[in-house]
């Protein structure tokens, strides 16, 4: 079906930058929209950035807004997120997750197919 696979995620320091990769393979002809969600200990799992297939249109959390930019490859497959001035309350599990029906981009149950995360360390 679909795979997504995670990577680039690590540790860095609070104003560096990471840019992480999400890779699919399978069949991907019909998503509507791409995104990456995170989620922190004891917190929910929140949308924080998602790119619309066809158009190439993005959409923000606003905690991250100026800072992070969504982008793809859809010839590759690939979406990225290029995390620049990172915030120690940036750190979480970050997902990769592909809808094929679309739907409200920030709501987890709208995403059809998930990665198994890459983990992102933001220090003081």
């Known amino acids: 079906q679909v795979q997504l696979v995670e990577s680039g995620g690590g540790s860095v320091q609070a104003g560096g930058s990471l840019r992480l990769s999400c890779a699919a393979s399978?069949?991907?002809?019909?998503?509507?929209?791409t995104a990456w969600f995170r989620q922190a200990p004891g917190k929910e799992r929140e949308g924080v950035a998602a790119?619309?297939?066809?158009?190439?249109?993005?959409s923000y959390a606003d905690s991250v807004k100026g800072r992070f930019t969504i982008s793809q490859d859809n010839a590759k497959s690939m979406v990225y997120l290029q995390m620049n001035s990172l915030k120690p309350e940036d750190s979480a599990m970050y997902y990769c997750?592909?809808?094929?029906?679309?739907?409200?981009?920030?709501?987890?149950?709208?995403?059809?197919?998930w990665g198994q995360g890459t983990q992102v360390f933001v220090s003081s």
């Open positions: 399978g069949y991907t002809f019909m998503r509507v929209y």
């Open positions: 997750a592909l809808s094929r029906h679309g739907g409200s981009w920030t709501r987890a149950e709208n995403f059809d197919y």
């Open positions: 790119i619309v297939t066809r158009f190439g249109t993005t």
